[in-house]
């Protein structure tokens, strides 16, 4: 299988149309237009029924004490964890490619429900929703796309992993606010072929020009 997209190249940075949040002179950090990129794929092989599709950030602080502190850097040493940020499960076996914007387009306060995708799937919670729980101007259910958000003081530069499995079941069970964990749970066994992209974001402005 091979996944493409006409949105970035890939371990290209990805363009803050794309993200959640950008670089801001005053505040460190503002929205940005949290357009979900263009995806297509192509090569899916004998047998595939449905396909599932995951964005997940492998470079997320696994602990936040200096996460967006004024006066404080996130250590380049400290371990990171996944961070998903679109989890879609029960894509058509026909569907091979997602239009930019299709799936998101700005950022919702409070986040979208679960529920179906304009292309035939079903959208699952993206982990803003754990990273905004009990806050009471941002708390909810953030389901499908939500870009780029990476701490404005971290040092590292993140790298956003989109993978698209082709699997031999046209639907996985999944329904809710599903995770990216669930779905990963839910594929196995079932995945006949993947690809992957790979797209590169930071907001610290010191941590790009290193």
Known sequence: MHIRSDSFKPYDFL??????????????????????PHLAW???????????????????????TDVNQEGRTVPLDLPRVDFFHWV?????????????????????????APGPTPDGGVRGANDYTGWFAGNA?????????????PP???ERVHAYNFVI??????TLGLSGAFTGGDLRAAVEGHVLESARIVGLYVINPSARQR
Do not use: Q
């Open 137 to 149: 101007d941002m708390g909810g259910d953030y389901c499908g796309y939500d870009g780029m958000g």
């Open 15 to 36: 363009d803050v149309r794309l993200a959640l949040g950008k670089h801001a002179d005053e505040g460190h950090f503002t929205f940005a237009d949290n357009r979900n």
């Open 152 to 154: 404005w003081n971290d």
């Open 165 to 170: 499995y082709a699997l031999d079941v046209e």
């Open 88 to 112: 879609v499960a029960d894509l058509p076996v026909g569907l091979t490619e997602i239009a930019e914007g299709s799936h998101s387009e700005g950022v919702t306060v409070k986040g979208k």
């Open 42 to 64: 192509s090569g899916a092989p004998k047998g595939t029924k449905s396909f599932a599709l995951i964005c997940y950030d492998p470079e997320v602080p696994s602990e936040g």
